[in-house]
């Protein structure tokens, strides 16, 4: 049974950093591409990062490029994003996202606020 536990979140002034962590089980997590997604009220959930099964490679929302970094410990079965610049428009729920055998599957979330 797949389960995307996400972590990490919190209350953090414009500017400031945060990292997130994603635990996985339940399946072979040194094998699937990984991702981190975010959503605001009344709109769609955008995706933020993705990062392949290696780490080798990485693709970022244009918003976020230079700011956020996603990676992976394949031995602990975590993917992590670290946030810094962060700005009020990064504030959301922040997902972490598993694409496997059709479909999507998706941690609870943890909410990331940016303000003053």
């Known amino acids: 049974q797949v389960q995307l536990v996400d972590s990490g979140g919190g209350l953090v002034q414009p500017g400031g950093s945060l990292r997130l962590s994603c635990a996985a089980s339940g399946f072979s997590f040194s094998t699937n591409v990984m991702g981190w997604y975010r959503q605001t009220p009344g709109k769609e959930r955008e995706l933020v990062a993705t990062i392949s099964s290696t780490g080798a490679n990485t693709n970022y929302a244009d918003s976020v490029k230079g700011r956020f970094t996603i990676s992976r410990d394949n031995a602990k079965n975590t993917v992590y994003l670290q946030m810094h610049s962060l700005k009020p428009e990064d504030t959301a729920v922040y997902y972490c996202?598993?694409?496997?055998?059709?479909?999507?599957?998706w941690g609870r979330g943890t909410q990331v606020t940016v303000s003053s």
């Open positions: 996202n598993l694409y496997s055998d059709g479909r999507d599957y």
